[in-house]
């Protein structure tokens, strides 16, 4: 029984005792081996390699050199490869803004005009091509015959993209006899350019002195244009004829090869405007033999088919005309043109069948395109001539039914003048940049909306005041974003790599800090009888609490964060309420349209109520965008100011003094010398880390100076842009609507024009049977009078006979 109690306590002491060597020292998570001083060594070497980064950082002469530059210039070349020209012109006039005397910055002067060409930014472009020119250094010089032809381009300024695919003149010649009866010019003129005259003739004259040898290839397609599109064709044919490519292979075939296919159509053009149609027909042909190696070489090859065809058929010669329209494949965009010039040569050689099957394919390709009326009209006409009387009557009743319905149902909504306008103002202001002609005509009637040019101008004008109005709100949120960055205490973390050495040193301190806990643990392990005092254990139990967890320390975050949701909630509750009322605006829009013949409602107050509700969704919209834009500083403040950094670097410092009282305790029982070397090795590490922060601080503010000054400028530069837009936007509105509303007016009279046109059809078809009826009397007529001549000539020789 004795020994069993014993055994009892000899197994309680033992699980004491292992309770006892297991229990960390005060603050410890865990017990963990002793380190050894040389892998406490491998750690400070590495700490010491970040620090040492650091200050080399801090210290750094920011002062960039022709190699950094002449990067930045090759990614600004890049993006604009891209076709990303805004991008690409904010890159470059950064070169040409900051480094106008460096390399770089001259050589950026060129790019920056070509991107801001494409941008059609064309005064800005040419002055900044200008001061190229005037620029003596090595690099201007070397892009001085590229500048030229810039500048030639600017001074001849290219259509747009898709102008040769859109329907002109040739394709509405009723329209075009109008137009000449009225004496309006239908001879399509290039483009004004953005020099005065003066100039144009000093920029020709610097063009014509250079040695025609001595030219850029560039240059020299770039004068030849440019003389072609300034009347003088024999110049620019001349010009051009010496951009045809060798015989056989070389290098200056490979040279030529970008341009074959564009001086060779413009040479073609200058011959056929002397009146030379066989040598113009030679050049044609040859160009559209021509194997295209790029998208923009196979349009222009199309386009030399198609000036084939077209002089062809001037020339009255509709087979070849035919054949050469037919050269062009239905995947060509300039498929529809191509098709409805051959009917037009069909119609014209009297082919009346052929013109018809044409038609009725195009018809099917392009059922959408804005001549589908003319097309019907024209296949009226051609039934009319095959005499196919029913089938002509039914194209044109069918013209009729749809072109007086559609003018009806858009005349019934605009009764009330002004308020239509206002109405149509209320919708490019709410749709802003997404505005467009479908959201204020029908659908049905956009083809033709889309033949107006003031309908066109009208939906350029609101996207572009609703686009600009977004662009300012943007870069004011972004500035303000930007400010709120630089007003950062910790503005290192604004630079990736300053920001990079402030988390590494942060990284540092909390491993130095473990490093020193783990040294005491070395150093009470060799004094086991050491007491660390109650008053130290409490405080570093405390103070590793709160440097595990600052939040306790400082609620600053806290409040951005609620703030942050506070703000992300309204935006979301006004998200739903605009898309609520927008829905509501559409149904009730939607329900007015559908049940307009059915109702008594007043047309007037519909349209004041609707455009009360537009303006009502476009105030809310600017309001979510506001609470947007504040979520978005928000989000700013919280990623480039940290506030639980001031209060964990004070806790920390509280802690390395604890720490360092209770290394005096443990380590005076077994002194150590390596050991404690090594403790205040980590200690200096310590100061240095906390003096690099105000280092790393200062060499940021260093870099901000001239941002800092920037943003400023930018700042009152925005407020007056935004001020003048604010002067502009509701006349622009207004005169947006207004015009709108001629436009829809417009439409309701095309749509009137094409029903009484389609009644004029009618009557032809009535006037055409009048005709063969009345031709086929006359000949009836004429037949029974040489009957009756005949008759009387038998009986008067019968008479005689007799007698």
Known sequence: MLRSRRRVRLLGWMRLVAVAVCLPWPGVAQARRPIKLDQAMAIVRDVETVVVGMERAAAADRTVGDDELARRLVEGQLTLAEADYERAAIQLL???????????????????????????????????????LSSTSQEAISLRHRALARLLDLAAPRRPAGFAREPGMSATPEIRARLEALGVSTDVQPPAGVFRDDDLQRLTTWVGSIPAEQRDLELQYAFGRFLYLRGDAAAARTELDEMWPPDGPGPKQVELARYWTRAGYIAAAAALALDDHEEAIARFERVASHRSATPRDTEITQLATLALGRIYHDLGEPERAVAAYRQISRSSSFFPEAMYETAWTQLRAGRFDSALQTLDVLLVVVPDNPIVPEIKQLRGKLKIQQRQWKAAEEEFIALRREFAELSQALAQHLRAQGEAARYFAAVAVQEAEHFSLTSVIP????????????????????????????????????LARMEEAVSARQRARLFNDLGGFVAAIDTAALELVELQERLIERAQSRARRTKIPAELGRAQRRLRARLDDPTVANDTREVIEARLEEVSEAVHRYDLMIAGLHAQLVASEDYYDRTFDRQRISNEGFLN???????????????????????????????FSDPW?????????????????IFAVVSKAEPETEGAALYRRIEALHERIVAGYPRLDRAAEKRLREAIRVLEEERGNLEAYRAELGQLRDPGAELVGEVLEASYRDVVAEAENMA??????????????????????????????????????????GLEELR
């Open 443 to 478: 659908p049905e009637a956009v083809p033709m909306a889309t033949r107006l040019s003031f309908a066109r101008r009208a939906e350029t004008a609101a996207v572009d005041l609703g686009t600009l109005q977004r662009d300012i709100d943007d870069a004011r949120g972004l």
């Open 609 to 639: 109520q609707a455009s009360e509700l537009r303006e009502a969704v476009a105030q809310l919209e600017q309001r979510a965008q506001q609470l947007e834009a504040e979520a978005r500083r928000l989000r700013t403040a919280l990623r």
């Open 94 to 132: 950064e070169l040409v803004e900051h480094y106008p005397e460096r390399p770089a910055g001259q050589q950026a002067l060129y790019y920056l005009g070509e991107a801001l060409t494409h941008l059609r930014m064309h005064k800005w472009a040419a002055e900044c091509l200008s001061r190229l």
């Open 645 to 661: 950094h001031d209060a964990r670097a004070r806790v920390l410092v509280e802690y390395r003094g604890v720490l360092a009282q």
């Open 756 to 797: 009484t046109r389609s009644e004029v059809g009618l009557l032809d078809v009535a006037w055409a049977i009048q005709e063969v009826e009345a031709a086929e009397i006359r000949r009836l007529e004429g037949n029974r009078a040489r009957d009756l001549e005949e008759l009387e000539r038998v009986l008067t020789q």
